[in-house]
C-alpha cells in the first residue's frame, strides 16, 4: 500500500520569501510519480507540477519546484517569492502504476498562510 | 475551455434520499475518477472508470454506485444518503494507460449536506 504525508498542517511566509512544504512518501515500486496541487479558499484543484521516479532533474514550473530525495522518498515543493494569490492549501499525491487506472493517493495537505 | 464540469455545485439533501451527481469532461480523456473530500483532509478515491462501460470501486466505495454510460460522462449516485456522506465530492478526468506522467484534472467540486 502506498501512503503519502505531509507533516505540516499550517505554515505561514512573509510575502517575497521561499517557502518549502514537506512531503514524504511510501512506496516498493521503482516506478511511480508524484505531483502537487493547490486548492485555494475557492475550492478548485489547480496542477502545479510533476516528477517521474526516474526522472535524472528536478522538476522545475516557473516559481515553483521539486526538491526530490529519492532515497530519502522525499518530493518537497518550493515556492520561490511568495505572492499573497500563494496562501491556499497545497496536496502531495503519488501516483501508483501498477494499478489499472493511474490512481493517485492524496497526502493531508499543508495550509500555506502569505503575510504581507 | 469548459474542462471537467460538475452538476450541482451544491446540494441539501435529507437522510434517505437519493440523488446523481454528474461529471462531464470534453478532454476526450480515458479514465475518469470521483473523489470525496472531508473538512482538513485530503481527497479519497470512491470509484474509477479507465474507459467506457467500465467502473471499480477506490478507497472508500460504501453506499456509491457509479455508471459510465458515455466516454465524456461519469455519474456518482447516492442510493440513500446518510449524514457521513457529508462531503464536498470532486470529478476528475485524465489520459489512459500511456499517460502515467499527465495530470488529473479536476472539476470545481459539488458540496453536498445531508441533513
Known amino acids: 500500500a502506498q501512503k503519502i504525508t505531509q507533516t505540516q498542517p499550517g505554515m505561514f511566509v512573509q510575502e517575497k520569501e521561499a517557502v518549502t512544504l514537506d512531503c514524504t512518501y511510501d512506496?516498493?515500486?521503482?516506478?511511480?510519480?508524484l505531483f502537487w496541487y493547490k486548492q485555494p479558499s475557492s475550492g478548485e484543484m489547480i496542477f502545479l507540477i510533476y516528477q517521474g521516479s526516474y526522472d535524472q532533474q528536478n522538476a522545475t514550473e516557473g516559481r515553483y519546484s521539486l526538491n526530490f530525495q529519492k532515497a530519502r522518498k522525499s518530493a518537497n515543493l518550493v515556492i520561490s517569492a511568495s505572492q499573497l494569490g500563494d496562501s491556499a492549501m497545497y496536496f502531495c499525491a503519488m501516483r501508483d502504476p501498477y494499478n489499472a487506472g493511474n490512481m493517485l493517493t492524496f497526502g493531508g495537505g499543508t495550509r500555506l498562510m502569505v503575510k504581507p | 475551455n469548459a474542462g471537467v464540469t460538475q452538476t450541482p455545485k451544491f446540494r441539501v439533501l435529507k437522510t434517505g434520499q437519493s440523488m446523481t451527481l454528474l461529471c462531464a469532461q470534453d478532454?476526450?480523456?480515458?479514465?475518469m475518477y470521483w473523489y470525496r473530500q472531508d473538512p482538513g483532509m485530503g481527497l479519497r478515491l470512491i470509484h474509477y472508470s479507465v474507459g467506457e462501460g467500465t467502473t471499480a470501486k477506490g478507497e472508500v466505495p460504501d453506499g456509491y454506485n457509479v455508471s459510465r454510460l458515455k466516454k465524456q460522462n461519469f455519474l456518482l449516485g447516492l442510493e440513500s444518503a446518510a449524514p457521513s456522506q457529508t462531503s464536498v465530492y470532486f470529478c476528475?478526468?485524465?489520459?489512459?494507460?500511456?499517460?502515467?506522467?499527465?495530470?488529473?484534472?479536476f472539476g470545481d467540486g459539488t458540496r453536498l449536506s445531508i441533513l
Open positions: 512506496t516498493s515500486d521503482p516506478s511511480y510519480g
Open positions: 478532454m476526450n480523456h480515458e479514465y
Open positions: 476528475a478526468s485524465s489520459y489512459g494507460a500511456d499517460g502515467g506522467n499527465q495530470p488529473q484534472h
